[in-house]
Structure formats: structure tokens, C-alpha cells
T-cell receptor, first 115, second 114 residues
Framework: EADIYQTPRYLVIGTGKKITLECSQTMGHDKMYWYQQDPGMELHLIHYSYGVNSTEKGDLSSESTVSRIRTEHFPLTLESARPSHTSQYLC??????????????FGQGTRLTVV | KNQVEQSPQSLIILEGKNCTLQ??????????LRWYKQDTGRGPVSLTI?????NTKSNGRYTATLDADTKQSSLHITASQLSDSASYICVVSDRGSTLGRLYFGRGTQLTVWP
């Protein structure tokens, strides 16, 4: 069982609200990721981090922001939620670079619905 | 462009039967290939991971193969069970960047009927 946790599992909020999706891992991984996944579609990388104070935007443009103040914590924030943000958000972590068989572990996901 | 294509998009089989899922990729330079199982509404869980030097790897009833020359992989499930119903995602990692980027296929939705 992977030690990576996301909260909340489900969230329904109104348009314009500010929200933060939490992601924490206890494996000491320095790389962490946020993916967005619509039903039946592939995962799209929206943010990633190499380590503390290191964050980059992914392939899919996103209005969300992330921070990495501590190794184990990688929260994602939407300043003003819109219905187009409705999706499933998955957090993942993996070990350091330089290893060919690094494993990526995923959280259970947050299903976000903006009404 | 780095891509991962999976087939079929969906598959229905009867309990106890075997099936094979396919994955073709164009990711380069290649680092490793993983198969994940994703239950509805949950995060993906790793089944197998293979580097370019590995041709086959098993995990219980799951056997993955890799042909790095043709850039193809397959996931074979034997003696299917109802709990095998899920989406199976092929994920390829490159080694052209320090991140080791992950490229995801859209998945094959497998349904096992009793």
C-alpha cells in the first residue's frame, strides 16, 4: 500500500470559490506530480516538483497553482473555481532521478465538481 | 511527439477467460514502461515495470511483455476474475530529462462478466 494521501476525496463547491487540494506522502520522495483526468480519458500532467521550492507547469495548461514548502506536502490551489475545473485530480510521487526503474505511486484522487 | 497508444479501447470477457491488452509507444529516449490498474474513482496502482533490457515480467496472473525494438508492449491476464474489471493504463517514462517524464495511454477498459 502506497503512503500517499489526498484530501478531500470528493468536493462540490460553487463557482468563484477558492479551494486547496491536499497531497501528502510519507515515503520521502523528492518528485511529486499533479495530474488531471476526465472520465475515460488519459492523465494529463498539470504540475510537477523536483523537490522543496521547485515547481514547474506540466503539459496541460491549468489555472491552478502549487507550492512545495516541505518534501512531503504538495498542495494544489484554485483561486477562483469554475465549472470547467470539474475533473478528477490525482497526485503522485516518485523517487530520485538517475534510476531507470523508479516507481510512481498515486493517491486515491480528488473528484472536484464546480457548480 | 512522444505518444502512447493502447488497444483495444474497451474489452468485455467472461470470468475465467484470458485476454491480452496492447500498448504501442513512440517515447524516446526510452527509460521504462509500466502497466497500471485503475479502479473507477481511484488512483492507478502499479502492476509491472520493465526497463529496456527486460522482455517479460509477471505479477501473479498478470504478465507483461516488452519489445523495445518495435516499441510494443502487451499485458496478458490469465484466468480473469470479476475483480479484474478496471482500466489498464500503459505508462512510458523517458530519460531525456531530469524529471523522467511519464507519458500515459488512454487505457483499456476491461469488464469481466460472470
Amino acid at each position: 500500500e502506497a503512503d500517499i494521501y489526498q484530501t478531500p476525496r470528493y468536493l462540490v463547491i460553487g463557482t468563484g470559490k477558492k479551494i486547496t487540494l491536499e497531497c501528502s506522502q510519507t515515503m520521502g520522495h523528492d518528485k511529486m506530480y499533479w495530474y488531471q483526468q476526465d472520465p475515460g480519458m488519459e492523465l494529463h500532467l498539470i504540475h510537477y516538483s523536483y523537490g522543496v521550492n521547485s515547481t514547474e507547469k506540466g503539459d496541460l495548461s491549468s489555472e491552478s497553482t502549487v507550492s512545495r514548502i516541505r518534501t512531503e506536502h504538495f498542495p494544489l490551489t484554485l483561486e477562483s473555481a469554475r465549472p470547467s475545473h470539474t475533473s478528477q485530480y490525482l497526485c503522485a510521487s516518485s523517487e530520485s532521478i538517475g534510476r531507470l526503474n523508479t516507481e510512481a505511486f498515486f493517491g486515491q484522487g480528488t473528484r472536484l465538481t464546480v457548480v | 511527439k512522444n505518444q502512447v497508444e493502447q488497444s483495444p479501447q474497451s474489452l468485455i470477457i467472461l470470468e475465467g477467460k484470458n485476454c491480452t491488452l496492447q500498448c504501442n509507444y513512440t517515447v524516446s529516449p526510452f527509460s521504462n514502461l509500466r502497466w497500471y490498474k485503475q479502479d473507477t474513482g481511484r488512483g492507478p496502482v502499479s502492476l509491472t515495470i520493465m526497463t529496456f533490457s527486460e522482455n517479460t515480467k509477471s505479477n501473479g496472473r498478470y504478465t507483461a511483455t516488452l519489445d523495445a525494438d518495435t516499441k510494443q508492449s502487451s499485458l496478458h491476464i490469465t484466468a480473469s476474475q470479476l475483480s479484474d474489471s478496471a482500466s489498464y493504463i500503459c505508462v512510458v517514462s523517458d530519460r531525456g530529462s531530469t524529471l523522467g517524464r511519464l507519458y500515459f495511454g488512454r487505457g483499456t477498459q476491461l469488464t469481466v462478466w460472470p
